[in-house]
């Protein structure tokens, strides 16, 4: 059962070499395809050209959720639902296998974490709010460092307009790991929707910081000198 728990995990993020056509990515002319690009666009109205290097983001790094989340925002903004749709019903049946591993391993264990967790993660993806975040209190419930849980709190908690307590969420995941865009990236749009533009700003501006750290450390990899073949 835990082998299978693991690959219903891995089945939930986009399988490399394989993404929907209009993921493609088709950036503009000159613009770097980075997280930092996106977010300036986006800041700027540019919600076209901004989908464009989400894109070519998610090409990249096709398990970048945080990216195709950010994706799904922008299209949504720009009312164009028909990809959004595309989307999840391409993926649905990833969702579909995940959800029956999760809910066998619940049969066993009604308060495994992980399970609770995940499927709350499926519900929020599905846009089914109120199970969503039944599962995931129920999991920071039985163990609360599980930082995927509070990032998706956090998510649930804004759509509900409960800011107060979204951000409460959303700064327990930053707490548990800094180095994770994803939470900084939700708390920016939790205090955006609250008005304050101030924290706003800030949030955005760490995950900025925290993408161009991720490349510049992928850079020099890809520089590094090789070790010497062995003799």
């Known amino acids: 059962m835990k082998k299978k728990l693991e690959w219903a995990v891995v089945a939930l993020f986009w399988p490399a070499g394989f993404l929907p056509i209009f993921f493609l990515p088709v950036c503009a002319s000159g613009q770097a395809s980075s997280p930092s690009a996106a977010i300036a666009l986006e800041q700027q109205g540019k919600l076209a050209e901004a989908a464009q290097v989400w894109r070519a983001v ?10 195709f989340a950010s994706l799904g925002v922008i299209l949504s903004k720009q009312q164009n639902y028909h990809d959004v749709a595309s989307a999840l019903f391409w993926k649905s049946h990833l969702y ?5 591993e999760f809910e066998s391993e619940l049969s066993i264990d009604p308060s495994h974490p992980l ?23 129920r999991a920071v419930g039985v163990k609360n460092d599980i930082r995927i849980a509070y990032v998706d709190l956090g998510a649930v908690l804004t759509q509900q307009k409960q800011y107060k307590d979204a951000v409460t969420a959303l700064r327990h995941a930053v707490e548990l790991d800094p180095s994770q865009p994803d939470a900084h990236y939700r708390l920016g749009r939790t205090y955006q929707a609250m008005g304050n533009s101030a924290e706003s700003q800030k949030e955005f501006a760490k995950v900025r910081e925290l993408h161009e750290k991720a490349d510049e450390s992928l850079a020099s990899r890809m520089s590094a000198t090789p070790p010497p073949l062995p003799q």
């Open 58 to 67: 998610i090409q990249k790094d096709p398990n970048d959720a945080g990216a």
């Open 96 to 100: 579909d296998d995940a959800k029956r």
């Open 115 to 137: 399970a609770l967790a995940y499927l709350g993660d499926i519900e929020m993806k599905r846009t089914n709010p109120d199970p969503a975040l039944a599962l995931l209190r």
